[in-house]
Every structure is written in C-alpha cells, then in structure tokens.
C-alpha cells in the first residue's frame, strides 16, 4: 500500500521538510512511501478546459502525470504551513487539478504556525472533504511549542501521540477499501 506525504510549501528554505520529515519517521515502515513535493510538481494555475468533476479527458500532460500519482495511493498526509489564515495557493492548486482521484482518499493533514496552522488545517480539512476525500482528522505543530522558524522540532508527546493515532486510522481504513 502506498501513502503519500505531501509537502504544500514551495519555499527554498521551508520548514515543510522538516516536518515531512517528522511525519515519515512515524509511518510504519510497511507502508510505500512517495513524499510529494509541491514545489517540483509545479503545477501552473489550473489551466485544463474543463472542470475535473465534469469527467472530461485531461488535456494536459502535467493534469495527467498528477492524476497518476494521485490515483496510485491508498492514504494521503497533507503537510502545510498557514499562508495568511489559510492554505498556501500550491495545495489549493493541486486539489483543483483532479477530482475523482480524492473521492473516499483517507486524507490526514498536518498543519502548522504559529497557532499551530489552525487556519491552514480548518481550510485543508474543508476543502478535502468538499471533493469527496475521507478526513480523518489533523494534527497542529505551533512554533515555540513543537517547532522553531529553522525547521528545528522539539513536538510536544501530545502532539506525536495525534500522529501516531491518524496514521493508525489511515492504515486501518486504507487496508478495509483494498479488502473490499
Ligand atoms: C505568505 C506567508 C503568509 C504567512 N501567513 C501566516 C499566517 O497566517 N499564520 C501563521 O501562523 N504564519 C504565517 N506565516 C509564517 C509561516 O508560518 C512560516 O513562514 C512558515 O515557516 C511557513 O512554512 P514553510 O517554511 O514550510 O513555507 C506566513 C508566511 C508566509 C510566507
């Protein structure tokens, strides 16, 4: 089984990496992993002539390649910073891009800031579920508590402890959609 880990942050220096990387330490080793980075996807604004949910052929070879990589997971965690009490625009990119490809996806979002990405998390978890992902919850990592402006994580037990339990709920529901 595959689970993604997206980093939503385009940024040289994002601390993104850095709490991808917190995350991946924590994902049971049985899983296959594809850490998607945003920033080398490089979506353009969406540019196809139709609406995805309208189920037309994509036209573009970028639609098709991030269909792809989508349709091949079987769980998704999002990581995202909070870009002015929301989503940075790369991850509102991205899910606009498909829609199909989300429907029943076990979805689990990682926000962060400095109030623990509260903003980006509200907005990720709503927009998800507005395309028909499964939520199955969040976790948030503030800055001066868990993490620091360099990227440096000092997370706070209750905070590892979220992680571990979303990633459990991932696999569990992840492993009932391949059993059928
Ligand atoms: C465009 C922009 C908007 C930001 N807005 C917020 C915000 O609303 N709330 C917040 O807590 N931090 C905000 N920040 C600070 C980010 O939390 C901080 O820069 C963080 O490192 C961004 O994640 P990244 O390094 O992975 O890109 C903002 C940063 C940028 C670049």
Redo the contacts with the bound molecule.
Sequence with gaps: MKLGILIA?A?P?????H?AQWVTEHVDPAWDLDLIDLGAVSLPNFDEAFSPKQGEPYAHDHTLTWSDRVSALDALVIVT??????I?GSLKTAVDYLHREWAELPVAVVG????A?S?AIAEAERLLRFVGADVRGSVGLA?RQDLD?S?DLTVRPEQTGALGALLRSLESVAVAARQG
């Design positions: 942050s940024r220096n994002r601390v993104g990496s709490v910073p909070e870009y002015n009490g929301s940075p962060y800031g400095w109030g990405g903003g800055f402006v990227g």
